[in-house]
């Protein structure tokens, strides 16, 4: 009886097995165009769900869709009683999903000089799509996508197509098709080279598409009188696009770009998208004003960093551990904000990463309606195709998404997508679920089936007696094993079969002396499964900190400080750096962020806010005239020997956290400046540090404009390697500077001369020379790297010659020697106060250079150069009376106001007077000595910098570490080991612990 109960069930195993239609292979070729799929849940859209749903696709189109409808006779029911259906998902950012591809003839080549701007060309120009990388993001749920191009500045134009396997032309959708843009390198060629370099480019680009289609419209008004302008069909369609609003697709690779893409937009007119990085969090108020735009964004988990040793962990940033906690909820947070967008999986290397994600960010605050809107419905109206796609109504595209569940659910699979009423199954379920407590008919046997869905264990049960099955094996939808029978009352080993009825299970038994017997066998009690406790979690508490500005170490909880109406420092050494020179026991009074007065005994305004100054000394804020800090992705543009319309301004990073060590030392004005590369480099960029606000506030509104030219060694480039771009020479150097400038005067002339006429096509606008005109009509001031004395003089004569002058010479190592030249021309001096023999060319420096330059009328300043040396600025000073024994009121002038005059800012800031900035520092003692430091920085009347929060802040941030590292450790979440102890950002926790690149001149200033 025992042995029969058990053969039975293989029986019905096979005749179940050969019964059944076999599923069809991925996009099967069968002619039936007509499904009707039943008993499903259907997610018709966000927020409208219906039970027991019937879904009738034809010919690729959803017919009906609703509970109770009549299947249609032609139609193929499929039941999917369980499943629940889903609009198909969007990617509306497929970047990097084609693979190149020759083509006959003559490829699709980018019509402008510049290969990096190629409008006029499609993102399958020379690609196609790549059937691997779809597959992987198909299997996840994804039925269209938007490709966009992956390389160049001005990509080109994207293409909207559903991902089955036909070619482009046959999946192609009917949408909007947009540009895309990027300014993270590296793009194509050796130019552009630099971030700004990139933007440059952009500008520069719509300009001539604004040109050139006013320029046609010129010729067709008049062709007879005009000369047409050459076909140049990047252009044409950069400015058809720009004026019929196609949208650009903003690529950025972190925050700051967004904001320097929102610039951009508001200053060329285009409708921009902005394709966020996933970070976007770290500046969440900056980018606030952005929240009514059209938003892609990632999903973007990162691992946690390595903390799993102390060694370890000294090396991780606070920066770093702050990211990994609050990357899942940059969705959440952008969405509580009032941003709304679609999600994207730029930046994951498949589906199945994005899905992970999708749903960690539900977890972490991302509302599920949203979610599921963000990846259907919303990304369906920014592509145009909302009409047939994002949604499961009747008269759509048939792309749907069948999974085991809800798709924010750990556990939910895809079991199947429909592309264009096509089936492709993902994971099928081929083989049951056995598991389950059953009972073999009316005995007293029972057998339990536990453990994974494809590793099962089985175990049969009479009474005491528990015999366990052997060499289990599931094929063919059948469960079998083998058992020694001499338990249960046989001889030798017995075998067991099983397969799924809906009752329970059917059961086929083969004795030991080769006898069969089938058992029907219902399910008593089912199986309760268990979590896994070994499984991998992950965190899904929110993140535990609130956020602060700048992002990270040091940072606030308000962006700016508060500005008291008035202050009073009383009873300290003011230090003007004024006509009243140094006050002893004197104080400083500010207004509304302005100084008001200086003196003895004054009195105190009612509400003010008093500073005992008492054995305190007041300086000016130090201003540092030759900086590189916080320039993002580079200081040097070298693609070309002149590039004058480049903007340092454009690429200003307010997160760096030199910034805040530098307000630390007393630095509260910086001039940023371009590298030494090019014989013209690029525009300049006055700083105020004000930490923890957005780059756009960084910058001194009314500053005097500068650009930075180089002689020597560094543009010439001659020691570079092998490179081949001229000049390679010094007197190629200023070829090229005189050359710039006739060809500038050339250029103001002709605009002139159209400006008064009006007659024929406009000149086209080009930045580079318009830069030049500014210096020659005295609106922007040259800032020259220089060392010797014969290209000093050299330089200032062509100036003289072409009608310019030099507003100051930086690095000046050999100004000693032709001071009185410089000082007749007019010329400044931003000088090291000490630096020789770091190269052949400053041989002859020496550290009496300031000092004599200044006995001598030149305007002279001691600059850094170094993100680490402008926080010693006062220090560098002091030499100044070291070497040359200028009284110390003359020396904080080099640091000051004499600074503020090399950079044109001396009415705004650089000395205590009336009507300036208040810009002050309060010192613990002298400013000179190497014995003091600064206790408070203020700008503006705000207090940027106070060495007793400073103490707050460094406990906050070990305290935070602390905190974060534990949650790696309890959370047991994978940890990135791949960075082998180097900060991933590059930033610095904490003082002279961590540096990064840029302390030591890597920017090639002083190499």
Not at 402 to 423: H, L, P
Not at 986 to 1004: A, P, Q
Request: charged share 25%.
């Amino acid at each position: 009886m025992k042995k029969a109960i058990f053969i039975s069930i293989l029986t019905i195993l096979n005749f179940c097995l050969f019964a059944q239609i076999q599923p069809p292979s991925p996009f099967s070729t069968e002619n039936i165009e007509v499904f009707a799929l039943t008993e499903a849940t259907v997610v018709v859209k966000s927020g409208q769900e219906i039970q027991n749903c019937t879904l009738i696709l034809r010919n690729g189109k959803i017919e009906q869709v609703g509970s109770g409808i009549p299947v249609p006779a032609d139609a193929r029911v499929i039941s999917l009683k369980g499943k629940t259906i889903y609009p198909g998902f969007i990617e509306p950012f497929a970047s990097g999903w084609t693979k190149s591809v020759a083509k006959p003839g003559e490829p699709g080549k980018p019509a402008k000089w510049n290969p990096n701007v190629k409008p006029e060309l499609s993102v399958f120009e020379n690609s196609l799509p790549d059937e691997k990388i779809i597959e992987k993001f198909r299997s996840a749920g994804f039925t269209t996508a938007q490709f966009v191009s992956s390389d160049g500045i001005i990509r080109g134009k994207s293409s909207i197509l559903d991902l089955g396997t036909g070619s482009p032309e046959k999946e192609k959708v009917s949408g909007q098709v947009a540009q895309t843009l990027s300014i993270s390198l590296p793009g194509i060629g050796p130019d552009p080279n630099s971030e700004m370099g990139a933007i440059a480019l952009i500008r520069q680009s719509f300009f001539d598409a604004d040109w050139y289609a006013a320029s046609l419209e010129t010729w067709k008004k008049n062709p007879g009188g005009n000369k047409r302008p050459e076909n140049d069909s990047a252009l044409e369609q950069l400015a058809s696009d720009k004026k019929n609003g196609v949208p650009f697709y903003c690529n950025a690779a972190d925050e700051l770009q967004i904001q320097r893409f929102s610039k951009l937009a508001d200053e060329l007119k285009f409708n921009a998208v902005y394709v966020a990085s996933g970070k976007e969090f770290r500046w969440l108020d900056a980018l606030s004003p952005l929240k009514s735009a059209q938003w892609i964004v990632p999903v973007i988990i990162p691992k946690a960093p390595d903390v799993s040793s102390p060694e370890k962990t000294a090396k991780v940033l606070l920066d770093d551990l702050l990211f990994w906690d609050f990357a899942p909820e940059n969705p959440a947070l952008l969405f509580g904000k009032g941003f709304r967008f679609s999600l994207t999986s730029k930046g994951l290397p498949d589906g199945a990463s994005f899905l992970t994600n999708l749903r960690l960010s539900v977890k972490r605050g991302l509302p599920e309606n949203e979610a599921l809107k963000s990846i259907t419905e919303t990304p369906a109206k920014l592509l145009g195709i909302s009409a047939t796609h994002g949604t499961l109504e009747a008269g759509k595209t048939a792309n749907l998404v069948v999974m085991s569940g809800n798709f924010a659910d750990d556990k939910t699979q895809v079991s199947e997508v429909w592309i264009n009423g096509k089936r492709s199954l993902i994971n099928p379920e081929t083989e049951p679920d056995f598991r389950g407590t059953f009972g073999l008919d009316s005995t007293a046997y029972t057998i339990q089936i536990s453990g994974k869905i494809k590793s099962p264990a089985v175990t049969l049960k009479l009474g005491a007696k528990s015999v366990p099955l052997s060499k289990i094996l599931i094929e063919n939808n059948r469960l079998s094993g083998v058992f020694v029978a001499d338990s249960l009352g046989g001889s030798g080993l017995a075998t067991l079969s099983a397969i799924k009825t809906s009752e329970g299970l059917g059961l086929t038994l083969n004795h030991p002396d080769g006898k069969s017997e089938y058992f029907t066998s219902a399910l008593k009690t089912p199986f309760n499964e268990v979590a896994d406790p070994d499984k991998e979690k992950q965190p899904v508490d929110k993140s535990s900190f609130p956020l602060t500005y700048p992002f990270g170490s040091f940072g606030r909880s308000t962006a700016i400080p508060d500005q008291p109406k008035t202050i009073m420092v009383k009873n300290a050494t003011i230090w003007t750096a004024g006509k009243d020179g140094n006050l002893d026991q004197s104080d400083l009074l500010v207004e509304n962020g302005k100084i008001t007065k200086t003196g003895e005994n004054l009195s105190i305004p009612a509400g003010a806010v008093v500073i005992d100054g008492t054995g305190k000394h007041v300086t000016p804020g130090l201003i540092d005239a030759h900086s590189h800090t916080a320039i993002s992705s580079g200081v040097n543009e070298t693609g070309q020997p002149v590039t004058a319309e480049v903007r340092i301004e454009d690429v200003v990073d307010p997160s760096d956290i030199a910034i805040y060590y530098q307000l630390a030392g007393g630095v509260t004005t910086s001039n940023q400046m371009h590298g030494s590369a090019n014989a013209i480099g690029g525009q300049t960029n006055i700083s105020k540090w004000r930490w923890g606000q957005p780059a756009e506030e960084l910058k001194l509104k009314g500053a005097y404009p500068g650009i930075k030219f180089a002689l020597g060694e560094n543009p010439k480039q001659s020691n570079w390697g092998d490179g081949n771009r001229y000049p390679r020479t010094r007197m190629g150097v200023y070829e090229t500077i005189r050359d710039d400038f006739i060809r500038a005067k050339e250029y103001k002339k002709n605009l002139e001369t159209w400006n008064k006429t009006k007659k024929g096509v406009a000149p086209r606008r080009n930045l580079e020379l318009e830069t030049l005109v500014e210096i020659l009509d005295g609106k922007r001031g040259i800032q020259c790297h220089s060392y010797v004395q014969s290209e000093i003089l050299a330089l200032m004569r062509i100036g003289e010659e072409l009608g310019f002058k030099v507003k100051t010479f930086q690095h000046i190592l050999e100004g000693y020697k032709v001071a009185g030249e410089m000082a007749k021309h007019g010329a400044g001096g931003s000088a090291f106060s000490d630096w020789w023999a770091y190269k052949y060319e400053v041989i002859d420096a020496i550290p009496y250079n300031g000092p004599i330059m200044h006995q001598q009328g030149v305007v002279v300043s001691y600059n850094s150069d170094s993100d680490e040396m402008a926080r010693r600025l006062n220090t560098e000073a002091a030499k100044a009376v070291k070497y040359g024994g200028l009284e110390p009121e003359e020396a904080i002038k080099f640091i000051t106001i004499n600074a503020a005059i090399n950079l044109g800012i001396e009415k705004q800031t650089g000395s205590l007077e009336a009507g300036k900035d208040a810009d002050f520092v309060i010192w613990n003692g002298n400013p000179l000595s190497t014995f003091s430091k600064p206790e408070q920085t203020w700008i503006d009347g705000r207090k940027y910098f106070d060495l007793q929060e400073d103490e707050g802040l460094r406990k906050n941030i070990k305290n935070k570490k602390q905190v974060l590292t534990q949650k790696i450790l309890k959370s047991g979440v994978p940890m990135d080991k791949s960075d082998k102890g180097k900060p991933a950002n590059l930033k610095i926790d904490r003082c002279m612990e961590v540096f990064d690149e840029h302390t030591y001149g890597i920017h090639g200033e002083n190499q």
